[in-house]
């Protein structure tokens, strides 16, 4: 093991979105809303659904393929794939296993990661961590969720929300005196929250009836003015705790990256954290909440925005069920 830890940076990134498109015309057809209701609350104007037949393991390779195609990278030099779900293809075996097999990533070993909208940051920490303990050289980290498997279209509170999406990084050692990579994280869990967003039947304590399905208990169950007003205050909590413990000012960072849950969410957090708009990642309004896939589709926006560049001081932060949180500090580095 090595006496001093080594640094993770993102080497390569790839994403995903299925291309059928639901709208907000769309869904109010279905159930009683209208686009101006739903851009209003959420930002929202359309999401990408897979087409039937099409699980999270097929968007996971997509992202995957993409990602490390950019980086001309061999799937076979492949030892450690980290896959951010919670709408796994199957409840086991997991949905890890099914991408290192299509990848064709022979010698590999990983694992899910449940953490629902904060799942992408805690499988980056992750496995940035195993290539700081020196144990690994490359990490693949996934985040995908095939949301419209876990929504009920009858519900308005929630069918509004949620799309389809992957996005993938490959995680790499840095080079000795490479600057770029990750700085620092802070997460958080607060298991009160589970009352607020959850899915009621379908694991150990309510498994799958004729009873449960008649109920619809296999669909996600949200409180949304107890989510809002947890996220909204935790999120900023968060970035603020870990800027300050780095000592960087707000207008030190190139770009913020949050999860894409809410448009209000992320623009409170901006301005209470005195960010330049222009530097705050905002693509929801076609996209959705796509739940582990966000954080990496919005480094794809980024990117494309000229805001991601070698050295860019880059936060991210999200707040999912459970409640999870977290934030995370890096320096881009492709």
């Known amino acids: 093991m090595p006496s001093t830890p080594y640094r993770a940076r993102i080497s390569a ?120 303990a020196g144990v690994i050289e490359h990490v693949l980290v996934i985040g995908a969720d095939t949301m419209s498997s876990i929504i009920d279209y009858q519900d308005r509170a929630t069918c509004v929300l949620f799309g389809d999406g992957a996005g993938a990084v490959l995680l790499e050692r840095a080079e000795p005196g490479d600057e770029n990579g990750f700085l620092d994280f802070v997460h958080q869990i607060e298991g009160e929250g589970a009352a607020y967003l959850y899915m009621p039947a379908g694991g150990s304590r309510c498994p799958a009836s004729q009873e449960t399905v008649a109920k619809r208990m296999h669909y996600v169950h949200q409180e949304g003015q107890q989510v809002f007003k947890y996220a909204i205050r935790k999120m900023y909590e968060l970035c603020k705790e870990i800027l300050d413990r780095n000592r960087i000012t707000p207008d030190q960072l190139d770009c913020f990256i949050p999860h894409q849950a809410n448009q209000r969410i992320i623009t409170a957090t901006g301005e209470r954290l005195g960010l330049d708009p222009e530097k705050i990642i905002i693509n929801i309004g076609r996209y959705g909440n796509t739940t582990a896939g966000t954080i990496p589709l919005a480094m794809a926006e980024a990117r494309r925005r000229g805001l991601l560049r070698p050295g860019s001081l880059v936060l991210l932060a999200a707040v999912g069920a459970g409640y999870t949180a977290g934030a995370t500090l890096l320096r881009w580095s492709v």
């Open 13 to 132: 990134l790839g994403s995903y979105v299925p291309p059928r498109l639901l709208t907000n015309d769309d869904l109010s057809k279905m159930v009683d809303t209208t686009d101006e209701w739903i851009r209003t609350r959420t930002g929202i104007a359309e999401r990408h659904l897979v087409e039937p037949g099409m699980a999270t393991s097929d968007m996971a390779v997509a992202a995957a393929r993409a990602c490390l195609a950019e980086r001309g990278f061999d799937p076979a030099r492949l030892r450690m794939l980290i896959l951010a779900t919670v709408t796994p293809d199957m409840m086991f075996p997991s949905t890890a296993c099914l991408v290192q097999q299509k990848l064709g990533a022979e010698k590999c070993w990983g694992f899910d990661l449940s953490a629902a909208c904060s799942g992408f940051l805690y499988a980056l920490t992750t496995g940035a961590q195993m290539i700081a």
